[in-house]
């Protein structure tokens, strides 16, 4: 298992200030995706794991991503029923 960057982390731990502060998940990959970016952080982490970003952390952050690793992913929590990511930007 490779170790995910420290510097990912910190931008991670960033967009999970914004989630706690009321910023819908899927509203912040949408405005980075805008402004640039391959996919958003929330998908990203999806796609790496949350388990592993999670354990990344080693206790900091928010209580979202915790709740998201129980609930099974973000694309759940957006999509209703989570089925596994479906494309590159998690819509069919």
Not at 17 to 26: F, K, L, S
Not at 31 to 57: K, T
Request: proline share 5%; with cysteine; aromatic share 10%.
């Amino acid at each position: 298992m490779t170790s995910i960057d420290p510097l990912q982390t910190a931008f991670w731990l960033a967009c999970d200030e914004m989630i706690w502060r009321h910023c819908a998940p899927w509203e912040l990959d949408e405005a980075l995706v805008a402004w640039g970016y391959a996919i958003g952080p929330c998908e990203a982490q999806d796609l790496v794991g949350l388990d592993r970003v999670l354990a990344a952390r080693a206790g900091a952050g928010s209580p979202v991503l915790p709740r998201m690793v129980a609930e099974g992913g973000w694309a759940r929590w957006r999509f209703g029923a989570f089925t596994g990511i479906r494309g590159a930007s998690g819509r069919s």
